[in-house]
């Protein structure tokens, strides 16, 4: 009977022991690798609301803003100086990928840190003027085809940013030099509206959360959603890319990653987090609020997806000659 007695006291601890390995830490921290209000912002909030809400933490996450080099002085923060710290998770998005891809991190590559996961994403989206002649994604590039010089394509960001991408696929797309594009660099979605409606440039390049509903009061048109499949709400019945038979998609995920050096068990335990999280009402609530699709990849199959895009965009930015 002691002997009983024992073991299952023995197991009762190593259960309770078992079930804190699945908790995040007591104490938490995101960092956003840029200014308050920005898309680093988003996703750290995210985080920080929902788990609190959840329950899966019990004490508020603070948010930490390291600006620099989108992103890049935070990530060479966390490797330099954080890189076993399992308290912190740092945001990071598709354009985190793409940097990485082109060397603007420093010295330091993606296999300096764990991917942990992303829990929401918007997607590209190829935009005219309401009033354009193209009404389908194959009128725009045949047209761009026989004459590219005769198309500015506008977007957020300079040569090298994702909306520069977005415009380079469509060039290729076309069997033009991406190299030759003529684009317009502007300051976000709000210029880039702007800028259509104004006969400034013929195409946008955009995200889907910001041109949705302008979309949908007739001020610009969608002609293609760069996602796997078609988006609920507003841009419902708008057709994706690869369905009108271009084969390429943009997503804009927003997630997050822990220092190179956490510990396995540590790493698990924010794994195991995130996937409880992902499944609460709470959880759901907060990413409606911030506009982002649904798109949960956690562990794993997070850092397989954030390498594949590293690849991918090394062999665009080649090709594109940056």
């Not at 002085?73 to 308290?87: E, M």
């Amino acid at each position: 009977m002691k002997k009983l007695v024992l073991q299952a006291a023995v197991f009762g601890v190593a259960g309770v022991l078992a079930g804190a390995a699945l908790a995040a830490p007591e104490k938490t921290e995101c960092l956003a690798g840029a200014k308050p209000g920005g898309g680093f912002d988003v996703t750290c909030r995210l985080a920080a609301n929902s788990l609190l809400a959840a329950k899966l933490i019990d004490k508020p996450m603070p948010v930490t803003y390291m600006e620099g080099g989108v992103g890049a002085v935070a990530y060479n923060h966390v490797v330099g100086k954080r890189s076993s710290d399992p308290t912190l998770i740092t945001a990071a998005s598709t354009g985190s990928a793409l940097l990485l891809a082109q060397g603007k991190f420093g010295q330091y590559d993606e296999n300096a840190v764990r991917w942990l996961g992303a829990l929401g994403a918007d997607y590209g989206v190829i935009v005219v003027a309401a009033d354009s002649p193209y009404k389908t994604m194959k009128d725009l590039v045949e047209a761009y085809k026989k004459a590219p010089n005769d198309f500015a394509i506008g977007g957020g960001g300079a040569v090298g940013s994702q909306d520069w991408m977005k415009a380079a696929i469509i060039a290729k797309s076309a069997d033009q030099d991406p190299k030759k594009i003529r684009y317009v660099a502007l300051e976000g979605g709000g210029a880039v509206l702007t800028a259509l409606q104004g006969g400034h440039i013929k195409i946008g390049a955009g995200e889907a959360s910001e041109m949705a509903k302008h979309h949908q009061a007739g001020k610009v048109r969608i002609l293609g959603v760069m996602a796997p499949e078609r988006l609920p709400g507003d841009l419902k019945d708008v057709p994706t890319a690869k369905e009108q038979g271009f084969d390429f998609d943009w997503v804009v995920w927003r997630g997050y990653y822990l220092g190179g050096k956490v510990s396995d068990a540590d790493y698990q335990s924010w794994v195991d987090t995130f996937q409880k999280l992902a499944k609460s009402p709470e959880f759901a609530k907060e990413r409606e609020e911030r506009g982002l699709y649904p798109y949960t990849v956690i562990g794993a199959d997070f850092d397989k997806i954030v390498k594949n895009d590293v690849k991918k965009f090394k062999t665009l930015a080649a090709e594109a000659g940056l």
